[in-house]
């Protein structure tokens, strides 16, 4: 069934009860991704692309959250299904990478240890089988003479070496589906490199990937598909190529505009977003995006759904400007910025 | 965009004033704690030999991957750190050995804003208190005098007369960085030392920041040395950049130039690493820049490799790399490398 997604959440909200009221943080999201393909979800602080991840996995356990929704994986609603079975979906099929490496594995256990006992949860084998594979898979993320550092602890790993360790752990057991939230943000760019190459070549084995970060260049060079948050929704969607070589919500063009690059012409000035990130909470009724927006008009005090604008039914975008003539409005914006410059 | 929005690339237009500041094989080794049963005094060398010169005006980037000095140097350069070794020449004067009174009298010339607003602001006071504390402590004149300088200086950065009463949990980081700048301001500094100052910031956020940076050189005519990771927004605002490995300047040279054409094989890799955005705008001129993924990772500061700093990891590393340390020179072309085997003239 080449045709049913992996995974296919469906209008997904999540809202936390806090002292000031129901604060709404994603709101009505829809994705899916298909076997084998890597989404990439890119927004900015707030937005909502962790929060919704932690859902689908049902890692928001605090009473205070609501989540509601379909989270459909392989055609079963994860969200309705009971803990023990869920327990058995997580980390086997699908697994979860975080930003931060160190909180993720525990200091007072040797990073083989870890490894094994994740095999051992998900499998029948035995200790020493488990710990084979350990060494196997640290080898296989590129951790030089696995055998040995099997028995170090993670304060003995530098923080590129921990990131492989963690990753070694998330495809222990093969998942299908690998959600890594912002895995390269905490490392320098030559280590960054490493580890999204060794993220592209567990993709050609198989795993589909969610990959969560703020940096379009991450996403440009990864990416199959792309998912553009914004105030808890989605802004803009489709394929990579056509989402950065034709972005139609000027939300995306904001992202991709403003970010100082290593070519291309060099700007006295950077076209900037007027305002700051919406803040939870104060989520407007129409489009999240039509406060910071150039081209704001009456219509954005309703709420734009996502769709496709013109022939490309995979590139769908929020937003209630006329989609025909959406290249000729990003240049306008262009425009009125260099006028603010000057 | 116009062309006028473009920065010249004209070496005319690059700044050509004094040397401001001037940095001579400065080092700052930290001595560890002797291990057990190891007697010999194990020393950290988180800058070792740095010499660069900073000229009226101009925007001097240090860029490096963590851990390579960058931040160590950059509060050398204006003494928040005491010096092993080297000089700091601040305006004609030799700052690295003045006394704490003595340095009082320069220190508002030379100022720092650091990476991460929300610690480096106290909490407990309001935002119009934190701007003022500078002018107080170098007496800048009656309290309704520091009061309208601080009001000023609020205008200048972009907030409002109805943020002086606020404190900082108040602001977000954006803003926050904004305060510590306009505090950086506040006794109208020659040099600022900005360490990281929009890492911590949302992309947009970033951009506003980097304007803010822009508009401020341009009005006060300011002198900066600007510490970043981000090649891209180190390559923004710098008319000269340094890179650094372990401690030392591999290589220092013009924006356009390093980026064109790194020299050093470090910067190379370093430029090849960074995930540029596909837009479709790059494939069509730019050639495709090929990518080399550096194995392994950065050696131990404690543990530094003999010779060239870099030649563990040097696709192109020989012999002579082991036995004998490069030294920065500057060739033909005007750009400084320390490399025995650099990639251009």
């Known amino acids: ?342 | 965009m116009t062309a006028q929005d473009i920065a010249a690339t004209d070496p005319a237009a690059l700044p050509v004033g004094d040397v401001l500041l001037r940095a001579t094989d400065v080092t700052k080794h930290y001595p560890l704690r002797a291990d057990g049963l190891a007697r010999r005094h194990r020393v950290l060398r988180a800058v070792d030999g740095v010499s660069l010169e900073v000229r009226t005006g101009e925007t001097l980037g240090i860029v490096g991957e963590s851990g390579c000095g960058k931040s160590t140097l950059g509060r050398c350069l204006v003494r928040l750190t005491e010096l092993t070794g080297g000089r700091v020449e601040f305006d004609g004067r030799d700052i690295s050995t003045l006394s704490t009174r003595r340095l009082r009298p320069i220190r508002p010339g030379m100022q720092l804003v650091f990476q991460d607003p929300q610690a480096s602001l106290n909490p407990r006071r309001r935002a119009g208190d934190i701007v003022a504390e500078p002018l107080l402590v170098h007496r800048y004149g009656d309290a309704a005098a520091v009061r309208r300088r601080v009001a000023e200086l609020f205008d200048v950065v972009g907030l409002s007369a109805a943020h002086l009463d606020r404190y900082p949990h108040e602001f977000s980081g954006g803003q926050r960085q904004r305060i510590g700048i306009a505090r950086a301001l506040a006794t109208d500094p020659k040099l600022v030392v900005a360490d990281e100052p929009v890492s911590a910031l949302d992309v947009s956020i970033q951009a506003q920041v980097l304007n803010l940076f822009a508009d401020l050189q341009e009005e006060f005519g300011l002198t900066y040395v600007f510490i970043a990771h981000d090649l891209g927004v180190v390559r923004h605002v710098s008319d000269r950049i340094a890179v650094m490995y372990l401690g030392e300047i591999v290589e220092l040279a013009g924006t356009e130039a390093l980026y064109g054409s790194p020299a050093h094989p470090y910067t190379q890799a370093l430029l090849s690493a960074v995930p540029d955005i596909d837009d479709g705008t790059l494939t069509a001129d730019a050639p495709v820049r090929k990518r080399i993924v550096l194995t392994g990772e950065v050696p131990n500061p404690v543990d530094k490799p003999t010779g060239c700093p870099f030649r563990t990891r040097c696709p192109y590393a020989r012999e002579q790399c082991a036995l004998e340390r490069p030294r920065l020179t500057r060739t033909a072309s005007g750009r400084e490398v320390a490399c025995h085997y650099p990639l251009v003239g």
């Open chain 1, 1 to 342: 069934m080449p045709d049913q997604p992996l995974l296919d959440v469906r209008d997904l909200r999540v809202s936390f009860r806090t002292r000031q009221g129901s604060v709404t943080v994603v709101d009505g999201l829809s994705l899916s991704v298909a076997p084998g393909d890597i989404l990439g979800v890119v927004g900015e602080s707030g937005s909502g692309k962790s929060v919704s991840m932690l859902a689908v996995l049902r890692l928001l356990t605090n009473p205070n959250v609501t989540v509601s929704g379909q989270v459909l994986f392989r055609g079963r609603d994860l969200l309705s299904l009971p803990d023990k079975e869920m327990r058995a979906i997580r980390g086997r099929e699908i697994a979860m990478v975080f930003q931060d490496p160190m909180t993720a594995l525990t200091p007072v256990y040797t990073v083989g240890w870890q490894i094994a006992e994740q095999i051992r949860a998900h499998e029948p084998v035995s200790r020493k089988e488990a710990n084979a594979r350990a060494v196997r898979l640290l080898s296989d993320v590129g951790i030089p003479d696995a055998a040995s550092r099997v028995n170090a602890y993670p304060h003995e790993f530098s923080g590129g070496m921990r990131q492989r360790a963690v990753i070694a752990m998330a495809l222990s057991c093969d998942p299908s589906l690998l959600i890594a939230d912002e895995p390269t943000t905490a490392l320098d760019v030559t280590v960054q490199a490493q580890i999204l190459d060794l993220m592209r070549e567990l993709n050609t084995r198989g795993s589909a990937v969610v990959l969560i970060t703020h940096d379009m260049g991450v996403i440009s060079q990864i990416a199959d598909r792309v998912l553009v948050m914004y105030g808890g929704r989605a802004a803009e969607e489709g394929p990579r190529r056509a989402v950065f070589h034709g972005p139609r919500h000027p939300y995306t063009w904001g992202l991709l505009d403003s970010v100082p690059r290593v070519g291309g012409p060099r700007l006295r000035r950077l076209p900037t977003i007027a305002g700051m990130p919406v803040a939870p909470g104060s989520l407007p009724e129409g489009c999240a995006f039509a406060p910071r927006c150039r081209l704001r008009h009456a219509r954005c005090e309703e709420l734009p759904v996502l769709s496709a604008g013109n022939a490309d039914a995979a590139h769908r975008d929020a937003c209630w400007l006329p989609p025909d003539q959406r290249a000729a409005l990003r240049l306008t914006t262009r425009t009125a910025d260099s006028e603010v410059a000057s």
